[in-house]
């Protein structure tokens, strides 16, 4: 996924998605890349990293 780190583009709902997918194939990995420009996207990355710690494996942020 390549996006831009804020909440209106809704990366907790593709970490739930991803999550369930990765429940029946466990060899799959997600990589989301994109920058975070403003302050409050920064929160926003943080708190997406936190609900990742389940998928800490498995999902990656990558800076671009």
Same mark, same amino acid.
């Given at each position: 996924? !390549?996006?831009? =780190? %804020? +909440?209106?583009?809704?990366?907790?709902?593709?970490? *739930? %998605? !991803?999550?369930?997918?990765? *429940? *029946?194939? +466990?060899?799959?990995?997600?990589?989301?890349?994109?920058?975070?420009?403003?302050?409050?996207?920064? *929160?926003?990355?943080?708190? =997406?990293?936190?609900?990742? /710690?389940?998928?800490?494996? /498995?999902c990656y942020f990558c800076e671009?």
């Open positions: 996924n !390549f996006c831009r =780190m %804020a +909440p209106q583009k809704n990366i907790s709902l593709l970490l *739930d %998605a !991803f999550k369930l997918f990765h *429940d *029946d194939y +466990p060899d799959y990995r997600l990589e989301i890349y994109g920058n975070t420009v403003e302050p409050k996207e920064i *929160d926003y990355k943080k708190k =997406m990293i936190e609900k990742i /710690n389940y998928l800490e494996k /498995n671009w």
